[in-house]
């Protein structure tokens, strides 16, 4: 025999609860019931219904107030019918919604449908429970569970995808993982820091140049954004694409082709666009450093990764398994962090997110003597610059005596960026020119934009 389904009524209406409760039970629903919100939590546990059915209006509380605080699907009724109050409910998550009075039958076929769903959900979630919900992420705070929901069902389409994020917090991973998941998953993906290649090259690193176009250019090349042809493209910090090539960019979007530095002929392409940024992209729009219209053209889906700091118990959870993947690839014993160690990871507020935090504990794997890491080894206070990846250390010259590393830094950019460009400065500071914007983040040290009339004349020609 089949196990009933069962059912939470929540109205405070006496005479309608009980009608529902009585019509529920003719189907051979198991039905409990309740006046508010407040007493639905005091009484029962959310999470063991098929379906709750709850009204809009509830003294107290609203009924939507339910849907916060379980999975389990909510139904919403109100006799205050109207298209806003149905849209609001089902944003904020109501999986249905029916105005009252309603018919028996119809009622009762809502309920069946969710009830059915919700058990295949189930078995689906039951089948993947200890699969990682995206392959390659770890976290199951409920912004990372929320964000992974995200990840899947923009998988699906074919729009263009906007990741909002502190550094550090892994934007690229997320990228990766909605291309992985997308129909275009069996080509690689394309990805490019536009923050990394210089400003005079960028065009030509995007959509490629013909043989002379400008000096230099001995050869016809082919641009990433033809090489991501049928797959996805994932343009890192955005933000810094100088205003030349954020409108060959648009014309890519607008019209799905491309056309290279240099020449008058235009080229189709089939390209899946996946961005990034770091910056408030409307804020630059206002400064003039973004267009406007490509602005709207990418903002279509958003996707918003919380700070490390925000993610709860996923820190510890990060550490352990950052842990015994960086022993593994520095052929290291196996290590475990100390209490206190693991205290302080958990209170520690990572200003560099996921990146402070891998280079925090291959720093400590490296210098760890036996099998555990103390909270010294770790050095949050003391390791300034762990936003720059261990795999390029800094080399910047001693700084002046009592300057410390960060007030040299800034001192030193400040002084001459009028008169170097961002490789030059980056060579004079003994690190990357990737490393040097994310010091500028750091620090909040903006970066000089170049006046229009400066910028490639010849690709600017080519448009």
């Known amino acids: 025999m089949a196990e009933m389904k069962k059912v939470l009524v929540v109205e405070d209406e ?29 009484k029962y546990n959310m999470d063991e219904f098929d379906v709750i059915i709850s009204d809009l209006r509830l003294p107290g509380a609203p009924g939507t107030d339910l849907i916060k605080i379980t999975n389990t699907p909510v139904l919403i009724m109100t006799s205050y019918s109207s298209i806003r109050s149905a849209i609001d409910s089902m944003k904020m998550g109501a999986v249905d919604y029916i105005a009252k009075p309603f018919e028996h039958q119809e009622i009762i076929g809502a309920i069946e449908k969710i009830t ?16 990682p919900p995206v392959h390659g992420m770890i976290g199951s705070c409920p912004q990372m569970m929320e964000m992974f929901r995200r990840i899947r069902k923009v998988a699906q389409t074919t729009s263009t995808v906007l990741i909002n994020g502190e550094s550090g917090t892994g934007k690229e991973l997320v990228a990766k993982a909605i291309h992985n998941l997308s129909g275009r998953g069996e080509h690689e993906i394309v990805s490019v820091n536009c923050a990394a290649i210089p400003e005079s090259l960028i065009e030509s690193e995007l959509f490629g140049h013909e043989k002379g176009a400008f000096v230099g250019a ?25 205003l030349e090539a954020q409108a060959r960019l648009l014309r890519v979007l607008q019209e799905s082709e491309i056309r290279k530095v240099g020449s008058v002929q235009s080229k189709k392409v089939d390209v899946r666009l996946v961005v990034a940024t770091h910056s408030d992209l409307k804020q630059l729009v206002v400064d003039g450093n973004f267009r406007e219209d490509l602005f709207y053209r990418i903002n279509v889906m958003t996707l918003l990764i919380p700070p490390l700091r925000d993610r709860g118990n996923d820190i510890l959870e990060l550490a352990d398994t950052i ?3 960086t022993c593994k690839r520095l052929n290291k014993g196996i290590l475990q962090f100390s209490a206190n160690a693991s205290r302080a990871i958990a209170n520690y507020n990572w200003p560099g997110n996921v990146r402070e935090l891998e280079n925090s504990i291959e720093r400590a794997v490296v210098l760890a003597e036996d099998n555990e890491i103390s909270e010294e080894l770790l050095s949050f206070n003391e390791n300034e610059t762990t ?55 750091k620090y909040g040290i903006p970066r000089k934009k170049k006046s229009p009339k400066k910028s490639h004349s010849t690709a600017a020609k080519s448009l």
């Open 14 to 42: 006496e005479i309608i609860r009980n009608s529902l409760t009585r019509l529920l039970e003719r189907h051979e629903y198991e039905v409990c019931e309740a006046g508010t919100v407040k007493e639905s939590v005091e």
């Open 323 to 325: 842990l015994q993947s």
């Open 116 to 131: 059915l769903e919700h058990a295949k959900e189930t078995i689906v979630s039951m089948r993947t429970d200890h699969e």
């Open 387 to 441: 936003l720059v990846s261990t795999s390029e250390p800094v080399t910047v010259n001693q700084p002046a005596e009592g300057l410390s590393l960060e007030d040299y830094f800034q001192q030193f950019v400040l002084d001459h960026q009028d008169s170097l460009n961002e490789t030059q400065l980056a060579e004079r500071l003994g690190i990357s020119r990737k490393c040097l914007w994310e010091r500028r983040q």
């Open 218 to 242: 001995t050869s016809t090349r082919t641009g990433l954004v033809e090489t991501a042809n049928g797959s996805t493209l994932f343009l890192d910090e955005i933000g810094e694409l100088p």
